[in-house]
């Protein structure tokens, strides 16, 4: 069964790069089958589509972020990670790493998600 | 980019009674690209529906997903405890995903 976990630091001050890594076990992040996203929720909103990439290399972002956030793959560490510069404290948010299944066209693995605010 | 409005915004009933939960297009939306999410508090979303209509691995079939264009319903036939929590609908569109603001079903 594959799980994944989300890493990165819980404050990053404004202006400055949000960078999270998310760590795919119990598969391989080269599995067919998926692409692998960022996701993000502000507290009490819905949540919104960051990017994806898949495990060559490929990435689709969000229009309205697209200016700033760039992700990456590591397929030897079976990781992806996300980068987004320029942080405001409209940032801030439960950020979400989670495997876009092509099949289904939606997203049926999930990350529990992890907590960045930002503020000085 | 595709607007997805859901309403009721939160939806009190009670055990053993009807969910009926809506979501609106701002243009119309291929079915096999509609999907619904269930979420409980502290937790990341869980898929319910996806392609309007198909129930996830492990849903129970108390949970229906209809609907076609711009207007999709998500139906839950008999509330039981668990099924308290916040829905949100998903749809891909030319360019990027976009989520629905949510329903939250609450106890009555």
């Known amino acids: 069964q594959v799980q994944l976990q989300e890493s990165g630091p819980g404050l990053v001050k404004p202006s400055q790069t949000l960078s999270l890594t998310c760590t795919v076990s119990?598969?391989?992040?080269?599995?067919?089958?998926?692409?692998w996203s960022w996701i993000r929720q502000p507290a009490g909103k819905g949540p919104e589509w960051i990017g994806r990439?898949?495990?060559?290399?490929?990435?689709n972002y969000n229009p309205s972020l697209k200016s700033r956030v760039t992700i990456s793959v590591d397929t030897s560490r079976n990781q992806f990670s996300l980068r987004l510069t320029s942080v405001t404290a409209a940032d801030t948010a439960v950020y979400f790493c989670?495997?876009?299944?092509?099949?289904?066209?939606?997203?049926?693995?999930w990350g529990r998600g992890t907590m960045v605010t930002v503020a000085s | 980019e595709v607007v997805l409005t859901q309403s009721p915004g939160t939806l009190s009933l009670s055990p053993g009674e009807r969910a009926t939960l809506s979501c609106r297009a701002s243009?119309?939306?291929?079915?096999?690209?509609l999907v619904w999410y269930q979420q409980k508090p502290g937790q990341a979303p869980r898929l319910l529906i996806y392609?309007?209509?198909n129930r996830a691995t492990g849903i129970p079939d108390r949970f229906t997903g209809s609907g076609s264009g711009t207007d999709f319903t998500l139906t839950i036939s008999r509330l039981e405890s668990e099924d308290f929590a916040v829905y949100y609908c998903?749809?891909?569109?030319?360019?990027?995903?976009?989520f629905g603001q949510g329903t939250k079903v609450e106890f009555k």
């Open positions: 998903q749809q891909y569109g030319i360019s990027a995903w976009t």
């Open positions: 989670a495997g876009d299944n092509w099949v289904k066209a939606a997203f049926d693995i």
């Open positions: 990439i898949y495990n060559s290399g490929s990435a």
């Open positions: 392609g309007a209509s």
């Open positions: 243009q119309s939306v291929s079915n096999s690209n």
């Open positions: 119990g598969g391989s992040i080269s599995s067919a089958g998926y692409y």
